[in-house]
């Protein structure tokens, strides 16, 4: 599991990608923002979303075989 | 058709090209969007993006832009990395039968682009950074085109 982190996230966490041996009990992808949070609290921000697998999420999604989980937060506008 | 760049882009070969790609249409319509300097205050912006997502949401935007207002063609070209105070960062450029269609086209894509498209600024302002996110007008643009979609 790779947990990926875009514009202001990337500078909040210090890397544009971490990796992490996700825990077993954390299933799916709130459960990953929840723990990931605990290190990187502005993952937290119910504003960021979650994409699995260039996938996005809009409520907990299962996280089983994922590679990536990126963090995104709202947009500049292009 | 849509891309992302990490290279400079030059609108005026981009409009050339796209001019000549659509040949038997009867208007083009282009907007370039240039880094704003804020009055000397920002020397540089820098645009961060996901590799699938934001490719992916920019080719969206161009397909709606094209079937909505059944332009003939659609082009956007909106640069990723570091881009300079007075430099293009974006090129959006639609053809179609009647001019109308395409300044409508054109319109719809910047607005959509600014709010749905997976991109995020960092200006350099001194020797700061600063992480910005869409302004309130930028969503009250977007939500102009809600009412009839």
Redesign the interface.
């Known amino acids: 599991m790779r947990p990926t982190f875009?514009?202001?996230l990337?500078?909040a966490v210090g890397a544009g990608a971490i990796d992490r041996a996700v825990p077993a009990n954390i299933a799916d992808s709130e459960a990953l923002r929840a723990w990931l949070g605990a290190d990187f609290p502005d993952v937290l921000d119910a504003k960021v979303r979650i994409?699995l697998d260039?996938v996005?999420t809009t409520r907990p999604a299962p996280i089983a075989g994922v590679a990536e989980a990126?963090f995104?937060?709202?947009?500049?506008?292009? | 058709m849509s891309m992302i760049s990490s290279e400079p882009i030059n609108p005026a070969a981009l409009l050339d090209a796209f001019t000549r790609a659509v040949q038997g249409a009867g208007a083009i319509a282009s907007f370039t969007?240039l880094v704003r300097d804020d009055d000397g205050a920002v020397s540089e912006l820098w645009?961060?993006?996901?590799p699938?997502?934001s490719g992916?949401a920019?080719a969206e935007i161009a397909e709606d832009a094209r079937r909505r207002f059944e332009v003939a063609a659609v082009h956007i070209v909106?640069r990723v990395g570091a881009v300079a105070a007075g430099e293009p960062?974006?090129f959006v450029a639609a053809a179609s039968h009647h001019r109308r269609a395409a300044f409508d086209a054109v319109d719809y894509m910047?607005d959509r682009?600014?709010?749905?498209?997976?991109?995020?600024?960092?200006e350099r302002r001194g020797d700061g950074?600063v992480?910005?996110?869409?302004?309130e007008g930028?969503h009250a643009d977007r939500a102009r085109w809600e009412t009839t979609e």
Do not use: C, N, Q
Request: net charge negative; charged share 30%; no cysteine.
């Open positions: 875009f514009g202001r990337r500078d994409a260039d996005l990126a995104l937060p709202p947009v500049s506008g292009g | 969007g645009l961060d993006h996901h699938t997502l992916e920019i909106h960062i974006v910047m682009l600014k709010t749905d498209a997976p991109l995020w600024k960092r950074a992480w910005i996110e869409a302004r930028d």
